[in-house]
């Protein structure tokens, strides 16, 4: 089906559907692409072998088709397109790391195509975060700001610094255009940089002096609510009701900190004990606003489906409501003879009781009884 002319390449029934799709015909077509690389029908060759691997959802084979073609024709008009199906059957053939891998060099190689970098930014930036544990700060993903030498100041010593991350990458595109960025990624970064100053907010005690250390915490408490009321103002569900938990959880604790805080060394008896019940009654009003967060955070979710922050906030709930009324006293109830109520005689019974006779006395019909009842 494939022969050589001084004219060119002569192709017959190689370009049938029928033909194509079958080894002989796919191994034909390959063989005519590297054999005679510089034939306009090697472009047609790579391009048919590749959407026969695609049609037979051959995805990892029409992967490699396509980056093959892409590879040997990058002044095609479809190169760039085949470099991005390639990647995307990587990820439906379950080669995420590879996915990604074609992905950054199509960054490299196509740098003006704007709008798919970013595209392809984002889907990174999701996947690194997504990498990232919750106990690990996202700080360490984004560049730290560097403070400017003071005139007449010796410099530090120039540290070579790693590649950006592609968390990084993302972020400094989307401040250029801000309508262009994901509200999702934006949201998670936002919550997770309030994890981080929630994390050091919690685990600041209260001491001696109180004044002044409660200060402090509330300082930090405040900065802790800012941060993730902007995490919910994106209205992105997940990171809207992980924020709304995270509100209440933080003002629970601040009322348990006034409740553990360090005592007055020359406290002692019933000033100690009037002491304590003032912190007590200051830390309850935290915790009741605590769990009017949590409260309101699961009626506005009600109806939908319950995610790990709404389930977190009903148990968390649940155990607070619980201890409220756990030492609570138990109501004596009062405890009177029980009588069935009383049977007032039909009016033909009274009227044949005999006169002068009493209600306790009469004899009464036990038919016009029983039609009283009915």
């Known amino acids: 089906a494939v022969r050589q002319t001084g004219e060119g390449i002569v192709v017959g029934e190689v370009f049938r559907a029928r033909f194509a799709r079958c080894y002989l015909g796919l191994r034909a077509l390959q063989v005519l692409a590297e054999k005679w690389p510089a ?22 084979h029409a992967a490699v088709a396509w980056l093959d073609f892409a590879t040997h024709h990058p002044d095609d008009v479809n190169a760039d397109e085949a470099w991005l199906k390639a990647a995307d059957l990587c990820d439906s053939a379950g080669l995420g790391t590879r996915a990604d ?5 199509y960054l490299k190689r196509w740098p003006n195509d704007q709008e798919s970098a970013l595209e392809i930014l984002e889907t990174l930036a999701r ?69 981080e100053a929630f994390q050091r907010y919690r685990a600041l005690a209260l001491t001696q002096p109180l004044p002044k250390s409660i200060a ?31 509100i209440g959880e933080a003002l629970v604790a601040f009322g348990e900190a006034l409740e553990k805080s360090e005592r007055p060394k020359d406290l ?28 309101d955070l699961l009626e506005k979710s009600r109806g939908g489906v319950a995610d790990t922050w709404t389930t977190q906030a009903r148990g968390a709930l649940w155990a607070h409501l619980g201890d409220r009324f756990l030492f609570q006293a138990e109501s004596d109830f009062p405890v009177v003879d029980g009588k069935g109520p009383g049977r007032q005689p039909s009016r033909s019974a009274r009227e044949r009781a005999p006169v002068g006779g009493t209600s306790d006395t009469a004899q009464v019909n036990p038919t016009a009884n029983q039609e009283h009842d009915r």
């Open 127 to 195: 996947k690194e975060l997504a990498a990232l544990p919750m106990d690990q700060p996202v700080s360490k993903l984004l560049p730290v700001a560097v403070k400017p030498v003071a005139k007449g100041a010796k410099a530090a010593p120039a540290v070579v610094s790693a590649p950006p991350s592609w968390l990084a990458q993302y972020m400094k595109r989307v401040a250029k255009s801000p309508a262009q960025a994901s509200k999702p990624i934006y949201a998670e970064v936002r919550f997770r940089f309030a994890e």
């Open 39 to 60: 034939s306009p029908l090697a472009r047609e060759s790579r391009l048919r072998i590749a959407k026969a691997h695609e049609i037979a959802h051959d995805e990892e």
């Open 216 to 246: 402090a915490k509330q300082k930090q408490l405040d900065s802790v609510l800012v941060r993730y009321r902007r995490a919910a103002d994106l209205a992105v569900p997940e990171w809207t009701h992980a924020a709304s938990y995270r």
């Open 101 to 105: 891998d074609l992905r950054a060099q």
């Open 268 to 295: 002692t008896g019933d000033d100690l004990l009037a002491y304590e019940n003032v912190l007590f009654e200051q830390g309850q009003t935290f915790r009741s606003r605590g769990e009017t967060v949590w409260t």
